[in-house]
């Protein structure tokens, strides 16, 4: 799987887009049967089936973010919240420059809760920055694709995950998934103790329900419900 857009300034010349968008990926443990970058991989592979299906700038992924909740797994790296905002404000100044004044950030990863209050102050002026898929986005696409459990119960590692991965990347997902389950429960005080009292695998949710499929008609979903963000920056058309 190529994470990266494969695009020439002259494809993009000639697509002549208005609106670009940005996958945010994180490197954090996804338990023993996904890999460190599955966040990265997951927000590419909704970006690509985005721009595959509007007229959209795809730009390369931002890698790392606020992983700090995992820092207890081995090889887990974060950045701070303060540079992740700082880099997406430059690459926002960067893509106005060259003419495109609108910006939609496609987040893999539940932890960047600075990216919301970045959207906010983006857009007091104005309507010109997007968070996708937003809780409403997931929610139907996990009714899409007909998925067994919950946002909350399925939080990482788990079914949404690995079926998205089964379907576009399987050469990701490693053997042991689908005895990978483990159900946290209650998480209160997830953000003050981390992952690791939760989880000793890593893992929150069911990877035994992933299926291909699944991964399919989830990214169908979140393709036909990016049109949505479209018409909210004034893009749609």
């Not at 010349?13 to 945010?24: D, F, S, W």
């Not at 797994?73 to 609108?102: E, M």
Request: net charge negative; hydrophobic share 40%; proline share 7%.
């Amino acid at each position: 799987m190529n994470l990266l857009p494969t695009a020439t300034s002259a494809d993009v010349q000639e697509r002549e887009p208005r609106l670009a968008v940005l996958p945010i990926g994180s490197f954090e443990q996804h338990g023993p049967h996904l890999p460190l970058i599955t966040d990265t991989a997951i927000a590419c592979v909704i970006g690509k089936e985005i721009a595959d299906a509007y007229p959209v700038h795809l730009l390369p992924p931002i890698t790392m973010s606020c992983s700090h909740e995992h820092a207890s797994f081995p090889s887990t790296v974060s950045i701070s919240a303060k540079t992740l905002y700082a880099v997406i404000d430059d690459i926002r100044a960067s893509l106005t420059r060259s003419g495109i004044t609108k910006l939609v950030i496609i987040n893999g990863h539940g932890g960047n809760y600075v990216l919301s209050n970045l959207v906010q102050e983006a857009n007091v002026d104005g309507p010109v920055l997007s968070l996708f898929p937003l809780g409403a986005d997931w929610d139907r696409a996990r009714e899409h694709g007909g998925l067994v459990s919950d946002r909350h119960a399925d939080m990482h590692a788990g079914e949404v995950e690995t079926s998205i991965l089964l379907h576009a990347a399987p050469e990701l997902v490693r053997e042991g998934f689908a005895e990978a389950d483990h159900d946290a429960g209650p998480r209160p005080f997830l953000l003050v103790h981390g992952m690791s009292a939760y989880t000793e695998s890593g893992v929150i949710g069911c990877p035994s329900h992933a299926t291909p499929d699944k991964g399919k008609a989830i990214l169908e979903s979140l393709r036909l419900g990016f049109a949505a963000h479209l018409d909210a920056l004034g893009e749609a058309g």
